[in-house]
């Protein structure tokens, strides 16, 4: 497969699953109605933020796939942090689990810390790439935490 296929692939997974979920939850968006905590963004930042997260997700994994031994441990991290991450909204959103959202984002906070080590161990500019994920990520976690104190 030509390096061009291998990135559109590598984009276009995470950045289209992201987009299905997306329309999954659209009926079921109650951001704006629950009391926020400090620095909440406004609803209109968290599909664009996705979006180039997705972005970044796929194109590091384009460049584990072309430049580095793509072995199945990689795999499996890239896909089950995926899996968790598209399922975090289905959780929080539609069925306003706040509780079990914020246990599900801890555990894709791990996962992609573990996945950022293993990609940094394979390929620099591939790990760093999934930083901002990272940071995002952590970011998130604060919100659903404080939006699950907030609104009990």
């Given at each position: 497969?030509?390096?061009?296929k ?5 984009i276009?997974?995470?950045v289209i699953?992201?987009?299905?979920v997306?329309l ?12 926020q905590?400090?620095?909440?963004p ?8 996705w ?12 460049i584990i796939?072309?430049?580095?031994d793509l072995d199945?441990?990689i ?5 089950s942090q ?17 509780l079990l ?5 801890v ?13 940094y161990k394979k ?7 999934q930083?901002?994920?990272l940071?995002?990520t ?6 659903n935490?404080?939006?699950?104190l907030?609104?009990k």
């Amino acid at each position: 497969m030509s390096k061009f296929k291998i990135y559109l692939k590598s984009i276009l997974i995470p950045v289209i699953l992201g987009g299905i979920v997306g329309l999954i939850i659209s009926g079921s968006i109650d951001y704006n109605s629950l009391i926020q905590p400090a620095f909440s963004p406004p609803s209109i930042l968290f599909p664009i933020v996705w979006t180039l997260l997705y972005f970044l997700m796929g194109l590091s994994y384009g460049i584990i796939t072309i430049y580095s031994d793509l072995d199945s441990d990689i795999k499996k991290i890239y896909y089950s942090q995926l899996i968790i991450n598209l399922l975090w909204p289905i959780i929080f959103f539609v069925m306003k689990s706040r509780l079990l959202a914020l246990i599900w984002i801890v555990l894709l906070l791990i996962l992609i810390i573990i996945m950022i080590a293993k990609f940094y161990k394979k390929n620099k500019v591939a790990g760093i790439l999934q930083i901002p994920y990272l940071i995002w990520t952590a970011f998130a976690t604060y919100l659903n935490l404080f939006i699950y104190l907030l609104n009990k």
